[in-house]
């Protein structure tokens, strides 16, 4: 794994002679994922929260707090990919971070220049406060791109979040240096398509019963409805009709966790936790907002479960999709910590979902790698 850059505890610079600094909730930075703007700083903690902030100058920092450590990509003058050219660690409070090397400024022949920062940790790893931006006293804030036409909604647990997708062995246990958002299926499958997307995802999580767990507890459909993966209280609702994301399909990767260990629910319980998923999701996007169901093992009772659960859901357009990991990854070549997938292992993972998405959405197929 590439060595992290931990910058933040390291690294106080001063605003002194800072032409431009702009508060994080500025028009300009482009969030995409569940945030809270308040007092003009921007707070998160679900996994994959990315933004795009574009400026003209010789530098550029952030201004952020964390309630534990995080660990983030950084692309500059790129489009998001596997390879970030750099991460960052976030912890502390009120730390100046370098979001860009200057000497990658000495050497570019570009004088405006755009900047990705993605999480790549879950919420679980704590929530991070982004304050402000500040660049040099040459430079100048611009309007960073857009959020996409494109866009697509991932609902799931662990493989979403790319749990262990940089460890070397199924062997290893995990640890959040190896997770990476980047490298997951929702973020190859998004890059595919050209799409911006958001994940609403949490390790362990099932639909009606969480990683060898009982039946009592919080699970997806709880955590659906929240800001903040991590806010139990569930004070803050999300409101999806003030968020400038609409995707063109939802797709749900949950089931795996509720058939974990040797209890298991019932077709009656396990369908009454998707269906309510699916109404609130419904809630949000419309009636006929397309939804993709998607088996996550290779138990016969789940797949049993998840085919009469779509097809007699009372709702219209969910799709059901039996992709089960070990018809797709081998071994030791496909997989990371604690028996999950490495990178190669979400390729191979994503090359079974394109289809599905490309039919549900109308985009077609494209003629590029899967990565």
Same mark, same amino acid.
């Given at each position: 794994?590439? @060595?992290?850059?931990?910058? %933040?505890?390291?690294?106080?610079?001063?605003?002194?002679?800072?032409?431009?600094?702009? #508060?994080?909730?500025?028009?300009?930075?482009?969030?995409?994922?569940?945030?809270?703007?308040?007092?003009?700083? &921007?707070?998160?903690?679900?996994?994959?929260?990315?933004?795009?902030?574009?400026?003209?100058?010789? *530098?550029?920092?952030?201004?952020? =707090?964390? *309630?534990?450590?995080?660990?983030?990509?950084?692309?500059?003058?790129?489009?998001?990919?596997?390879?970030?050219?750099?991460?960052? +660690?976030?912890?502390?409070?009120? +730390?100046?971070?370098?979001?860009?090397?200057?000497?990658?400024?000495?050497?570019?022949?570009?004088?405006?220049?755009?900047?990705?920062?993605?999480?790549?940790?879950?919420?679980?790893?704590?929530?991070?406060?982004?304050?402000?931006?500040?660049?040099? @006293?040459?430079?100048?804030?611009?309007?960073?791109?857009?959020? !996409?036409? !494109?866009?697509?909604?991932?609902?799931?647990?662990?493989?979403?979040?790319?749990?262990? &997708?940089?460890?070397? =062995?199924?062997? %290893?246990?995990? +640890?959040?240096?190896?997770?990476?958002?980047?490298? =997951?299926?929702?973020?190859?499958? =998004?890059?595919?398509?050209?799409?911006?997307?958001?994940? &609403?995802?949490? *390790?362990?999580?099932?639909?009606?019963?969480?990683?060898?767990?009982?039946?009592?507890?919080?699970?997806? /459909?709880?955590?659906?409805?929240?800001?903040?993966?991590?806010?139990?209280?569930?004070?803050?609702?999300?409101? %999806? *009709?003030?968020?400038?994301?609409?995707?063109?399909?939802?797709?749900?990767?949950?089931?795996?966790?509720?058939?974990?260990?040797?209890?298991?629910?019932?077709?009656?319980?396990?369908?009454?936790?998707?269906?309510?998923?699916?109404?609130?999701?419904?809630?949000?996007?419309?009636?006929?907002?397309?939804?993709?169901?998607?088996?996550?093992?290779?138990?016969?009772?789940?797949?049993?479960?998840?085919?009469?659960?779509?097809?007699?859901? #009372?709702?219209?357009?969910?799709?059901?999709?039996?992709?089960?990991?070990?018809?797709?990854?081998?071994?030791?070549?496909?997989?990371?910590?604690?028996?999950? /997938?490495?990178?190669?292992?979400?390729? @191979?993972?994503?090359?079974?979902?394109? #289809?599905?998405?490309?039919?549900?959405?109308?985009?077609?197929?494209?003629?590029? #790698?899967?990565?």
């Amino acid at each position: 794994m590439k @060595k992290h850059l931990l910058i %933040a505890t390291f690294m106080l610079l001063t605003i002194n002679g800072f032409a431009e600094i702009i #508060p994080a909730s500025d028009s300009r930075v482009t969030f995409v994922g569940r945030t809270l703007s308040k007092d003009g700083s &921007v707070s998160f903690d679900w996994t994959g929260v990315y933004f795009r902030i574009a400026f003209k100058g010789n *530098s550029l920092t952030m201004k952020a =707090s964390d *309630s534990n450590r995080n660990y983030y990509n950084v692309w500059i003058d790129a489009p998001m990919s596997a390879e970030p050219h750099r991460v960052i +660690t976030v912890e502390g409070e009120d +730390t100046i971070i370098e979001l860009i090397d200057p000497k990658h400024l000495k050497k570019s022949k570009k004088k405006e220049h755009q900047v990705i920062v993605q999480k790549r940790t879950e919420g679980e790893q704590g929530r991070t406060t982004i304050h402000s931006f500040a660049t040099d @006293k040459n430079g100048q804030f611009l309007q960073a791109e857009p959020i !996409r036409t !494109r866009q697509l909604e991932f609902i799931g647990a662990s493989y979403d979040c790319g749990y262990g &997708v940089e460890d070397t =062995s199924r062997l %290893a246990k995990f +640890t959040p240096e190896t997770e990476n958002s980047a490298r =997951s299926f929702p973020a190859i499958i =998004s890059r595919y398509f050209g799409a911006d997307h958001v994940v &609403v995802a949490h *390790s362990g999580m099932g639909a009606a019963r969480n990683y060898n767990s009982k039946f009592e507890g919080w699970w997806m /459909p709880d955590r659906y409805l929240q800001t903040f993966d991590m806010d139990s209280t569930q004070a803050m609702r999300w409101d %999806a *009709s003030k968020s400038d994301i609409r995707p063109a399909l939802t797709v749900i990767y949950l089931g795996g966790n509720d058939f974990s260990v040797s209890l298991q629910p019932s077709y009656e319980k396990f369908r009454d936790g998707y269906y309510r998923l699916i109404r609130y999701i419904k809630n949000n996007y419309g009636e006929n907002h397309p939804v993709l169901c998607v088996s996550s093992k290779a138990h016969s009772t789940l797949l049993d479960y998840m085919r009469d659960m779509v097809k007699f859901c #009372p709702m219209p357009n969910v799709h059901f999709m039996a992709c089960c990991p070990s018809l797709h990854l081998g071994t030791d070549e496909d997989l990371g910590a604690n028996f999950h /997938p490495n990178y190669k292992g979400h390729q @191979k993972f994503s090359y079974a979902f394109i #289809p599905y998405v490309a039919t549900i959405t109308g985009w077609g197929l494209q003629d590029m #790698p899967v990565k």
